[in-house]
């Protein structure tokens, strides 16, 4: 059982930035892939950005560029640095990670973090 607890979400002006993190109850290197998704009112949750246990990353077009994702190992803490912040970012963003082998692909998720862009 994997347990993941967002934290740095908050209210900021379009153009700023924020960084989330989400601190795993495992070892992340145990974990093979972790992400970050979100999901805005209305809207169907989407990949915002994934880093593999190799450290391969992957973006979605709308962030690619103003985000960057990482993982401290010691910390057992992945992160999402989001600058360049739009109205159109404001969502709940919830951590993900997957765990494959031993037995059938296990997911899980965070609690959710609210980021609000203003204009």
């Known amino acids: 059982q994997v347990q993941l607890v967002e934290s740095g979400g908050g209210v900021v002006q379009a153009g700023g930035s924020l960084r989330l993190s989400c601190a795993a109850s495992?070892?992340?290197?145990?974990?093979?892939?972790m992400a970050w998704y979100r999901q805005a009112p209305g809207k169907q949750r989407e990949l915002v950005a994934a880093?593999?246990?190799?450290?391969?990353?992957s973006y979605a077009d709308s962030v690619r560029g103003r985000f960057t994702i990482s993982r401290d190992g010691e910390k057992n803490t992945m992160y999402v640095q989001m600058n360049k912040l739009k109205s159109e970012d404001t969502a709940v963003y919830h951590c993900?990670?997957?765990?494959?082998?031993?037995?059938?692909?296990?997911?899980?998720w965070g609690q959710g973090t609210q980021v609000t862009v203003s204009s």
């Open positions: 993900n990670a997957v765990q494959v082998g031993r037995g059938p692909r296990r997911d899980y």
């Open positions: 495992v070892t992340i290197f145990s974990i093979n892939v």
């Open positions: 880093i593999t246990n190799g450290g391969d990353t």
